[in-house]
């Protein structure tokens, strides 16, 4: 069933949701260390936002299934009845999606004069 939801929403031209935007910035900024805690971590610490780990991986899960991320497991942590970590990153679709929906958000607020002051 993923499998055919996956090929079926393949090459759409996806919009992303405002957490979808979060989450997939994240994974950019996080590189190879993209895992759910690390994603919920960048989110609290850059975007003042407390999630909770259910909502991190409900949307990454969601993004893969629509073949906008992919993910792979690490091997077990070498620590005593260590866990394996689910890895995430950008697929091409996916990478057309950020963009989209980025180039989107700077255009509704080019010229507004909106004066954000960010930290």
């Known amino acids: 069933m993923a499998q055919f939801l ?3 929403n393949m090459g759409k031209r ?7 935007h979060l989450v997939m910035l994240a994974l950019v900024r996080l590189g190879k260390d993209a895992y759910g805690l690390a994603v919920r971590q960048e989110i609290a610490k850059r975007a003042e936002r407390q999630v909770s780990i259910g909502a991190v991986y409900a ?3 969601r993004l893969e299934l629509k073949g906008l991320v992919r993910s792979s497991e690490s091997s077990p942590a070498p620590a005593r ?3 394996r970590r689910r890895f995430f990153e950008l697929t091409a679709d996916g990478q057309g ?3 989209r929906t980025h180039r989107s958000l700077l255009r509704m607020t080019l010229g507004l004069g909106l004066g954000f002051g960010l930290k």
């Open 6 to 8: 996956q090929s079926r």
């Open 14 to 20: 996806e919009t992303l949701g405002e957490f979808e």
């Open 97 to 99: 999606a950020l963009q």
């Open 59 to 61: 949307t990454l899960d």
């Open 81 to 83: 009845g260590g866990r």
